[in-house]
């Protein structure tokens, strides 16, 4: 008994002295690149700016768009309307943040359902300016068929212009949530 405790204190004071474990860098996910993702990652921060979004659920709002982080973040926070009103959660607003984890492209979605689900691009096209992202995990969420948005399609149409398709899923199905339309809003000369 002895020993085994004297063997247990060296094997513990021999991995402190070898400090801490190195990090796993996560895989790449499956049927992206690496390069596709970085190219794909340029493009979202090409995005840095602020735009007006229409849904096809009938709302209006604004949204801004910029990079954190030296570069490594590129977050889109709003979602109020210009006066305060109507969007899709009037006086809310949710997140969205896009990062490299080592060679995958994901998101987290900070989500007025007030849980944080994060996706990864399982599929990227159009030399990057086509994504779709897909359900990895989740924060605050009890189980996987609680309520979450669960996919997102990105289209970047153009310099001014891009466009997502959200779904939603729950309770074992997943659905259609809504098209969102945006547009870039110029930037007025100070």
């Given at each position: 008994?002895r020993?085994?405790r004297?063997?247990?204190a060296?094997?513990?004071f021999?991995s402190?002295?070898?400090g801490?474990?190195a990090?796993?860098e996560p895989?790449p996910?499956?049927?992206?690149?690496?390069?596709?993702?970085r190219?794909?990652?340029a493009?979202?921060?090409a995005?840095a700016?602020r735009?007006?979004?229409?849904?096809?659920r009938?709302w209006?709002?604004e949204?801004?768009?910029?990079?954190?982080?030296g570069?490594?973040?590129?977050?889109q926070?709003?979602?109020?309307s210009?006066?305060?009103?109507?969007g899709?959660?009037?006086?809310?607003?949710?997140m969205?943040?896009f990062y490299?984890?080592?060679?995958r492209?994901?998101?987290t979605?900070?989500?007025?359902?007030?849980?944080h689900p994060r996706?990864?691009?399982r599929?990227?096209g159009d030399?990057g300016r086509?994504?779709v992202f897909?359900?990895?995990?989740a924060a605050n969420?009890?189980?996987?068929d609680?309520?979450?948005m669960d996919?997102?399609v990105?289209?970047?149409?153009g310099?001014d212009?891009?466009?997502t398709?959200w779904?939603?899923y729950?309770?074992?199905s997943?659905?259609w949530?809504e098209?969102?339309?945006?547009?870039?809003?110029a930037d007025v000369?100070?």
């Open positions: 008994m020993q085994g004297r063997l247990l060296a094997a513990i021999c402190a002295l070898a801490p474990a990090a796993v895989s996910a499956p049927g992206v690149s690496p390069q596709a993702a190219d794909a990652f493009h979202i921060k995005l700016g735009w007006r979004g229409s849904s096809t009938g209006t709002d949204v801004r768009i910029r990079t954190i982080a570069g490594s973040a590129v977050v926070d709003g979602g109020g210009p006066e305060g009103a109507g899709a959660h009037p006086g809310q607003e949710m969205t943040v490299l984890d080592g060679d492209l994901m998101l979605h900070y989500c007025v359902a007030r849980n996706l990864v691009a599929e990227v030399g086509t994504l897909r359900f990895l995990d969420l009890q189980s996987r609680h309520g979450h996919a997102v990105l289209r970047i149409l310099d212009r891009f466009a398709r779904t939603w729950d309770q074992g997943e659905k949530m098209d969102i339309e945006r547009t870039r809003i000369a100070r």
